[in-house]
C-alpha cells in the first residue's frame, strides 16, 4: 500500500513538473531589485506577484502551462510591515506584492506567453512603456530558436534629457528613462489614435534611439518584427544589471523554428561575440515545427502525463480491490 500511494505521488510530481514552467529571477545588480508579476486578463494570479531579491540573489517561481504576462524589475523601494510602501521606479500600487497592479512608467518589462504541448511561447523584452533596468531573458532547454533577448545597455546613461526621471536631488543621478509617448503624449508617439496602426505609426528618433542601444528589444508599439522571439517547453531565466559575458553566450537551438509564427521571431549569427548588440537576421525557413519532431529530445506533455495518471490510478485501485 506504500509502495502504491509512492507511485502516485511520483507520478503527481511529474505531472506537475511536465505542466509547469520554471522562472529563475536573478538579482546582478548591486543593489536590491523588488520583482513584479502581472498575469494578463483572464489569467490565473501567480502564488506571489512581487518580492525582495538582494544583489547576487535568485528566486524560482513556478508558472503553469499556458501562463501570459509580464514582469520587470523595481527600485529604491521601501515597505513596511504590513507591505505597503512605494518604489522610486516601476512601483506597482504602492505594495510588495502588485496583486493585479502593472508597472508605473518607465519600466523595462519582459512579457511572455506560454504555449501548451507543442504550442510555441512568445516572449520579449520591451522598452515601450520606457526602461528602468538592464534586462536579459534566456532560454533554458526547450525546443525551438530560443534566442536570448533584452537590454544590457544602461539607457540611464545616454537618456535625453526631457525624458530624464531623477531622484530630485541632482540631474546626474538619473533613475529612469521615459518614453516619448509618456513624456509628451503625442498620438504619434504613442500609437494611438489615427496612429494606431502599423502603417501610421513608424518609428521616432527617441524610439530608434533605444533601438539602436537594444537592438532586441522593442522600441515602440509596432516593433515586432526583431523583437518577437519563440521557443518550446522551456524554462527561463531573467536577469536584472546582466553582464557582457551573461549575454554574449548564446543558446544553441535544439530545432528549426516555426515558419508558421504569427508574429516574426529572429535569431543571431553563432560567431557573434554579444549578440545583444546586434540585430537579428529573419529566420525565414520553410520547415515548419511540426516537422522537426524526429530531431527533437522526447518530451511528455500535459495530455500524456494526465493519462498516465489515470492508468497508475486505475491499477492501483484494482490491486487494492483484489
Given at each position: 500500500?506504500?509502495?502504491?500511494?509512492?507511485?502516485?505521488?511520483?507520478?503527481?510530481?511529474?505531472?506537475?513538473?511536465?505542466?509547469?514552467?520554471?522562472?529563475?529571477?536573478?538579482?546582478?545588480?548591486?543593489?536590491?531589485?523588488?520583482?513584479?508579476?502581472?498575469?494578463?486578463?483572464?489569467?490565473?494570479?501567480?502564488?506571489?506577484?512581487?518580492?525582495?531579491?538582494?544583489?547576487?540573489?535568485?528566486?524560482?517561481?513556478?508558472?503553469?502551462?499556458?501562463?501570459?504576462?509580464?514582469?520587470?524589475?523595481?527600485?529604491?523601494?521601501?515597505?513596511?510591515?504590513?507591505?505597503?510602501?512605494?518604489?522610486?521606479?516601476?512601483?506597482?500600487?504602492?505594495?510588495?506584492?502588485?496583486?493585479?497592479?502593472?508597472?508605473?512608467?518607465?519600466?523595462?518589462?519582459?512579457?511572455?506567453?506560454?504555449?501548451?504541448?507543442?504550442?510555441?511561447?512568445?516572449?520579449?523584452?520591451?522598452?515601450?512603456?520606457?526602461?528602468?533596468?538592464?534586462?536579459?531573458?534566456?532560454?533554458?532547454?526547450?525546443?525551438?530558436?530560443?534566442?536570448?533577448?533584452?537590454?544590457?545597455?544602461?539607457?540611464?546613461?545616454?537618456?535625453?534629457?526631457?525624458?530624464?526621471?531623477?531622484?530630485?536631488?541632482?540631474?546626474?543621478?538619473?533613475?529612469?528613462?521615459?518614453?516619448?509617448?509618456?513624456?509628451?503624449?503625442?498620438?504619434?508617439?504613442?500609437?494611438?489614435?489615427?496612429?494606431?496602426?502599423?502603417?501610421?505609426?513608424?518609428?521616432?528618433?527617441?524610439?530608434?534611439?533605444?533601438?539602436?542601444?537594444?537592438?532586441?528589444?522593442?522600441?515602440?508599439?509596432?516593433?515586432?518584427?526583431?523583437?518577437?522571439?519563440?521557443?518550446?517547453?522551456?524554462?527561463?531565466?531573467?536577469?536584472?544589471?546582466?553582464?557582457?559575458?551573461m549575454a554574449s553566450t548564446e543558446r544553441k537551438s535544439n530545432s528549426p523554428p516555426s515558419a508558421d509564427s504569427p508574429i516574426s521571431s529572429s535569431s543571431s549569427n553563432d560567431n557573434n561575440?554579444?549578440?545583444?548588440?546586434?540585430?537579428?537576421?529573419?529566420?525565414?525557413?520553410?520547415?515548419?515545427?511540426?516537422?522537426?519532431?524526429?530531431?527533437?529530445?522526447?518530451?511528455?506533455?500535459?495530455?500524456?502525463?494526465?493519462?498516465?495518471?489515470?492508468?497508475?490510478?486505475?491499477?492501483?485501485?484494482?490491486?487494492?480491490?483484489?
Open positions: 500500500m506504500a509502495i502504491n500511494k509512492l507511485i502516485v505521488i511520483l507520478v503527481l510530481a511529474l505531472l506537475n513538473r511536465v505542466c509547469s514552467r520554471s522562472f529563475i529571477i536573478a538579482n546582478n545588480c548591486k543593489y536590491n531589485v523588488w520583482p513584479g508579476f502581472l498575469s494578463n486578463a483572464g489569467i490565473t494570479p501567480l502564488s506571489t506577484t512581487g518580492f525582495q531579491l538582494l544583489p547576487g540573489g535568485t528566486r524560482t517561481v513556478d508558472l503553469p502551462a499556458g501562463w501570459s504576462g509580464r514582469l520587470w524589475g523595481r527600485t529604491g523601494c521601501t515597505f513596511d510591515s504590513t507591505g505597503k510602501g512605494n518604489c522610486s521606479t516601476a512601483d506597482c500600487g504602492g505594495a510588495l506584492e502588485c496583486n493585479g497592479a502593472g508597472a508605473k512608467p518607465p519600466a523595462s518589462l519582459a512579457e511572455f506567453t506560454l504555449g501548451q504541448g507543442q504550442a510555441l511561447d512568445f516572449y520579449d523584452v520591451s522598452l515601450v512603456d520606457g526602461y528602468n533596468l538592464p534586462m536579459l531573458v534566456t532560454a533554458q532547454g526547450g525546443n525551438g530558436a530560443c534566442t536570448s533577448t533584452g537590454c544590457i545597455t544602461d539607457l540611464n546613461l545616454s537618456c535625453p534629457k526631457e525624458l530624464q526621471v531623477d531622484d530630485g536631488i541632482g540631474a546626474s543621478n538619473v533613475l529612469a528613462c521615459r518614453s516619448a509617448c509618456e513624456a509628451f503624449g503625442d498620438p504619434a508617439y504613442c500609437c494611438s489614435g489615427a496612429y494606431g496602426n502599423p502603417n501610421t505609426c513608424k518609428p521616432s528618433a527617441y524610439s530608434e534611439l533605444f533601438k539602436a542601444a537594444c537592438p532586441r528589444a522593442y522600441s515602440y508599439a509596432y516593433d515586432d518584427s526583431t523583437s518577437t522571439f519563440t521557443c518550446n517547453g522551456a524554462d527561463y531565466t531573467i536577469t536584472f544589471c546582466p553582464t557582457l559575458a561575440t554579444n549578440p545583444l548588440f546586434e540585430a537579428s537576421a529573419s529566420q525565414g525557413t520553410s520547415s515548419s515545427y511540426m516537422d522537426s519532431a524526429a530531431s527533437r529530445p522526447l518530451t511528455i506533455s500535459c495530455g500524456l502525463s494526465l493519462m498516465i495518471v489515470f492508468i497508475v490510478t486505475i491499477i492501483i485501485n484494482s490491486r487494492c480491490s483484489n
